[in-house]
């Protein structure tokens, strides 16, 4: 069995019901944010499933890497583009590391 040497975040533990079980409070993840798409919980199970992909990225590719077998939107959408402004305001926080 593959374990990870760290976790972060509890998310959804294993699954709808272990937040409250923990006594945490708010509803958890909403969305997670990679530099190959969107994962959002799916609203029965709190599975992580990919959304959205980015644009020029195959959904084959985000699934190839991701370390478990990631479920996949029926109906997925490409991320918007994103604008002149918000890359402007990209690049500049790159230059302050």
Do not use: C, N
């Not at 959002?40 to 992909?53: F, G, Q, S, Y």
């Not at 959408?77 to 305001?89: C, F, H, K, Q, R």
Request: glycine share 10%; charged share 20%.
């Amino acid at each position: 069995m593959e374990r990870v040497d760290f976790v972060t975040s509890v998310g959804f533990g294993h699954g709808p019901g272990d937040r409250a079980k923990l006594g945490l409070t708010g509803r958890g993840p909403v969305l997670v944010i990679t530099d190959l798409g969107v994962l959002e919980p799916d609203p029965e199970t709190a599975e992580l499933t990919l959304t959205r992909v980015h644009p020029g990225v195959e959904p084959a590719s985000a699934v190839a890497a991701t370390g478990w077998p990631l479920a996949v939107a029926p109906e997925l959408s490409v991320t918007p583009v994103p604008s002149p402004t918000e890359l402007s305001t990209l690049r500049l926080l790159e230059r302050q590391d």
